[in-house]
């Protein structure tokens, strides 16, 4: 057998690798971490795609595409082709009888032609009204009674495709048997509706209906209901284009429309279902116009197809835009996607909807109460990005760990062994004592001796108290440097969790009052919209941390972007004042004196150029021994996590 190898054109790639919803969860992390909430971060995730191999489109992007489709629509075309072919054909017919009248043998007319010369010169402008009238005239001219009925079969065509697509290539060639057809087909149709609205239908019913005339109805409806919401959007939308036209283009259809039905002997049948149709849908633009600025004339049927394909498009923007209460991926219709902008627009959609769903059903996304928030896996994810991004601003010689080799039985496991000296506490390698002692034994029985014990190398790890106090006043937000801070403290606290599990960490956030944050609730915090940068309150809180673990090594770091403007009072409450009054420095530089006789040193990130602020600063370090560092907002991580793996080596 021989086979052939080509590229793979229906659908996304089979074999190309599947999106990481950890990356989405990143690209989420920056707009959470700036302020966002988790529903805004992954709405805005999904209206901007998804980057990577393939990369997808993203709800703009449909967007676009979908505004542009009913722009090209609205300006390449004009809606009374109808109107214009049938007013050129009635002129032409008229002007072969003309001239057919013209060629009658005698010097002088006869009184025949006379009466018809006359009643061609008193037809109406108006179209509807000059065919109405023309309906019985007996056409001398061949040719022009040829035109006139070619003028009928056309508004037959037309009109019957606006209500049901694709009659106009059913009627393509005029046969009373097809008009008959069209005849039976309207009244089944209108009393199986009927009957439905009575609860009397089927779905053999239905069945019945479509075996018998489903060649009508190309888009094939697999049930009622399809069936009733296919006809009603186009018995719309044929409302539309009447609403569409000038006032004068209106009438003049809407003649042609009524006496073209009742000449086929449609007009009841048509009435009754549009009467059924309105009553199932009145929710669709019935009367709603819409403005058409192209010079290509369209047929009435196609014109009727654009308006709706115009009201598919504007439900479909609707449904991307998700700017309404509640709104779901799950709501944009995929049948109306593949119509509007092909395969290529639902694979995207997909892909945008799996993200979605994958988000919550792995664990980082949670609703609670109507709110999406982030789970604690989602928080530590995002605290695991920022210590990456703090560690790739870092040299390689600067990533180890704070490790000691001179261990005890608690440590790490290192794989190597030496052997056993006095005092040594790691645990003993049984395999290789006995390996050594038959080694220099030479078999059974085996007798041990002090040279033959070999113990096990571990790390020893010394335990730090972490205090990280961050700074939660509204002026971090205006400056920009809100989300860098809390990505501070994720990446500080994954990487204590990670690497230095047997640290006791605690965060703790300041204002007018300082509160310790939990990890779970840091990457959806917000910034405190009241006055007062309160570090008296944090340090007594950080110092009660220390105090908690005496045997730890204490670690204070402090962000902040403003001098101290608040203290806690004896009874509990914050005072403010501006500039900051001597009772808040000197409470504060209290609180640095007995975290300096806890030998905890501070070290400052100071993210604004204020001159006050460095003056207190510089008294803190002076005080305390603890250092100053001023770095950029996109830095501060990095920093931070240098700073603290500094100290750790240095303990």
């Not at 219709?333 to 909807?353: K, Q």
């Not at 690497?499 to 990890?519: C, E, H, M, T």
Request: proline share 5%; charged share 30%; hydrophobic share 40%.
């Amino acid at each position: 057998m021989a086979y052939r190898y080509g590229e793979y054109h229906d659908g996304p790639d089979p074999l190309a690798p599947p999106y990481d919803v950890r990356e989405a969860l990143d690209e989420m992390g920056d707009a959470v971490l700036s302020g966002a909430t988790p529903l805004d971060a992954l709405r805005d995730l999904l209206r901007r795609g998804l980057p990577g191999a393939p990369e997808r489109r993203g709800l703009d992007d449909l967007l676009r595409q979908v505004r542009h489709r009913r722009r090209e629509l609205r300006s390449g075309s004009r809606l009374d082709g109808t109107l214009e072919q049938a007013r050129a054909l009635l002129d032409k017919a008229i002007g072969q009888e003309r001239a057919e009248l013209r060629r009658e043998p005698g010097a002088a007319p006869s009184e025949d032609t006379g009466f018809r010369e006359a009643l061609l010169d008193a037809l109406p402008s108006d179209t509807s009204r000059a065919i109405r009238e023309l309906a019985s005239y007996d056409w001398r001219s061949p040719e022009a009674r040829r035109t006139f009925e070619e003028l009928r079969d056309l508004l037959h065509r037309e009109i019957l495709d606006s209500r049901f697509r694709g009659m106009r290539d059913a009627l393509a060639n005029p046969d009373p048997a097809a008009m008959e057809r069209v005849r039976h087909m309207l009244a089944d149709l209108t009393d199986m509706l009927e009957r439905d609205a009575r609860g009397q239908h089927t779905p053999d019913d239905f069945a019945e209906f479509m075996r018998k005339y489903g060649d009508m109805f190309p888009e094939n409806p697999r049930n009622l209901e399809e069936l009733v919401d296919q006809l009603a959007r186009r018995a719309a939308a044929a409302q539309r284009l009447l609403a569409s036209l000038t006032p004068e283009q209106r009438a003049e259809l809407a003649g042609l429309i009524e006496q073209t039905l009742e000449q086929a002997g449609l007009s009841e049948q048509m009435r009754r279902l549009g009467e059924s149709l309105y009553a199932r849908r009145p929710d669709l633009a019935w009367d709603t116009p819409e403005r058409f600025s192209g010079e290509t004339p369209m047929g009435m049927g196609d014109a009727v197809t654009a308006l709706q394909e115009l009201a598919d498009l504007g439900e479909l923007e609707s449904a991307l835009r998700q700017d309404y209460p509640g709104a779901r991926l799950d709501d944009v219709d995929e049948e109306a996607v593949r119509r509007a902008l092909g395969r290529s627009a639902v694979d995207d959609l997909e892909a945008l909807r799996r993200i979605e769903r994958e988000l919550e059903s792995q664990g980082y996304l949670r609703r609670h109460r109507g709110k999406l928030e982030l789970t604690p896996k989602a928080v530590r994810r995002l605290g695991e990005t920022a210590l990456r991004r703090a560690f790739s601003s870092l040299e390689s010689s600067r990533r180890g760990d704070h490790d000691q080799r001179d261990a005890g039985a608690a440590g790490e496991l290192t794989g190597s062994t030496r052997p056993w000296r006095f005092g040594d506490e790691q645990p003993v390698d049984v395999v290789r004592t006995i390996v050594n002692a038959v080694r220099r034994g030479g078999g059974a029985p085996i007798s041990l001796s002090v040279d033959d014990f070999e113990v096990v190398e571990t790390e020893r790890r010394s335990a730090a108290a972490v205090c990280l106090l961050v700074d939660l006043s509204y002026s971090m937000a205006l400056r920009g440097t809100w989300a860098a801070a809390k990505q501070t403290a994720l990446a500080l606290q994954a990487l204590v969790a990670s690497k230095f599990p047997q640290d006791a960490v605690q965060i703790i956030g300041f204002s007018n009052y300082a509160r310790v944050l939990r990890a779970d609730e840091l990457a959806g915090l917000e910034w405190d919209m009241v006055q007062g940068t309160n570090l008296h309150h944090a340090l007594l809180i950080a110092g009660r941390h220390l105090d908690r673990h005496p045997d730890f090594e204490p670690v204070v770091l402090v962000v902040t972007d403003g001098e101290p403007t608040a203290h806690l009072m004896r009874n509990g409450v914050p005072r403010f004042d501006w500039p900051p009054s001597p009772e808040t420095l000197e409470l504060t530089l209290a609180e640095v004196d007995k975290m300096t006789r806890r030998r905890a040193t501070i070290n400052v990130f100071m993210l604004a150029a204020d001159e006050r602020l460095r003056d207190f600063v510089d008294e803190v370090a002076r005080r305390n021994g603890g250092r100053v560092f001023s770095p950029s907002a996109d830095r501060l991580g990095e920093y931070v996590v240098s700073d603290f793996l500094r100290s750790r080596r240095a303990r």
